[in-house]
């Protein structure tokens, strides 16, 4: 199996965070979990020339869904750094890296 085929699991922790949230519901736990699963997803595709579009739509969608509920959910104001978290995950995916790649407080050296 690919890591650029479909994920079940990813999908079920999309629905339960995301899914969850369009129902004016912020469950931060399960948030927390898809966003573990996707870095986990970064981890195995960051060697891989093709990105499965189900990563890219979630990780676009989970920003936008939470945008666009912080005026009619407060749990979602008080978690809107995730939608930072969620864009730079889309950036290092798409430069083909993972959080891993990254050291807090270490220079880069190319």
Known sequence: MSPSDFDVELE???????????????????????????????????????VSKQVLHYLLSAQQAIESRVPHVP????????????????GLIAIGEAPSDRASGVPRIV
């Open 12 to 50: 079920d922790l999309y629905n339960k965070s995301v899914g969850q949230l369009l129902t004016d519901y912020f469950d931060a736990a399960a948030f927390d979990a898809f966003y573990m699963r996707l870095i986990e997803k970064s981890e195995l595709i960051k060697s891989e020339h093709v």
């Open 75 to 90: 749990a979602a104001q008080q978690h809107i750094s995730l939608v930072g978290k969620f864009a730079m995950l889309l």
